[in-house]
C-alpha cells in the first residue's frame, strides 16, 4: 500500500531551526516534493529531491535516503510567516506514466515570537 | 511563470444543482492536469488525473458521473460537479504538471464549494 507519515503539529520559536521528517512507504518512486501550504490556499513548491542527499535551497533544505524510505525538510532562521502546513509529496512511478503525487497528511508549523 | 489560476474562488450551491470549476494555466501547455479534494485540517486527496484529448482516470472510490472532467485544451481543464450534495462541500485544488525540468505540479488557488 501507499502510506507517507508526518508529524501532524510542531511548534518552533522565532529565528530558530526546525527540521520537519517523513517517512514513506510507496509502490513506486520517482521524487519526493515538500510543498508549503497556507490556511485556504494552494500548496506552493518548496524542493525535490530524487537522489539521496541534501538540497539547500535558502532557509530551506531537503534531505532524502531513498534505502530508508526518509526525508526531511530543513527551516533556518524561522520567521512568523513561516507558519503554515509543510506537506510531503511522493511521485509515483507506476502510474502509466503520469506520475502523480501521494500526499502525506502534513505538518502544521506554528512559529511563536 | 507556471502559473496556474482556478474560477471561481468560492461558490454556493442548493443541493441538486450542478457546479463546473475551471483550471487554467496561464502560462504554459499541460497535456496533464490533476483535481484534488481537501478537507480541513487533512492533507490533498487526488481524484482523477486528466490528460488533454482522453479520458480521465479516476482515483478509486470517486464517482466519474458525479465528478465530470473535461480537458479539451492544452490550457483549460474542468471539473464539474453534478447533483451536488452538502457531503461535497470541500476545497477543491487543480494542479497542472510542468513538462521538464523537475516535472512538478503547479497549484492552482483552489476554489470552496459549499453546497446549502
Known amino acids: 500500500g501507499q502510506n507517507i507519515d508526518q508529524p501532524t503539529e510542531m511548534t518552533a520559536t522565532e529565528g530558530a531551526i526546525v527540521q520537519i521528517n517523513c517517512t514513506y512507504q510507496t509502490s513506486g518512486f520517482n521524487g519526493l516534493f515538500w510543498y508549503q501550504q497556507h490556511a485556504g490556499e494552494a500548496p506552493t513548491f518548496l524542493s525535490y529531491?530524487?537522489?539521496?542527499g541534501l538540497e539547500e535551497k535558502g532557509r530551506f533544505s531537503s534531505f532524502l535516503s531513498r534505502s530508508k524510505g526518509y526525508s526531511y525538510l530543513l527551516l533556518k532562521e524561522l520567521q512568523m510567516k513561516d507558519s503554515a502546513s509543510y506537506l510531503c509529496?511522493?511521485?509515483?512511478?507506476?502510474?502509466?506514466?503520469?506520475?502523480?503525487?501521494?500526499f502525506g497528511a502534513g505538518t502544521r508549523l506554528a512559529v511563536h515570537p | 511563470g507556471a502559473v496556474v489560476s482556478q474560477h471561481p474562488s468560492r461558490v454556493i450551491c442548493k443541493s441538486g444543482t450542478s457546479v463546473k470549476i475551471e483550471c487554467r494555466s496561464l502560462d504554459f501547455q499541460a497535456t496533464t492536469m490533476f483535481w484534488y479534494r481537501q478537507f480541513p485540517k487533512k492533507s490533498l486527496m487526488l481524484m482523477a488525473t486528466?490528460?488533454?484529448?482522453?479520458?480521465?482516470?479516476?482515483e478509486q472510490g470517486v464517482e466519474k458521473d458525479k465528478f465530470l472532467i473535461n480537458h479539451a485544451s492544452l490550457t483549460l481543464s474542468t471539473l464539474t460537479v453534478t447533483s451536488a450534495h452538502p457531503e461535497d462541500s470541500s476545497f477543491y485544488i487543480c494542479?497542472?504538471?510542468?513538462?521538464?525540468?523537475?516535472?512538478?505540479?503547479?497549484f492552482g488557488p483552489g476554489t470552496r464549494l459549499t453546497v446549502l
Open positions: 509529496a511522493v511521485r509515483d512511478g507506476f502510474s502509466g506514466g503520469y506520475n502523480k503525487l501521494i
Open positions: 529531491n530524487v537522489l539521496d
Open positions: 494542479s497542472a504538471r510542468l513538462a521538464g525540468g523537475y516535472n512538478e505540479q503547479f
Open positions: 486528466s490528460n488533454e484529448g482522453s479520458k480521465a482516470t479516476y
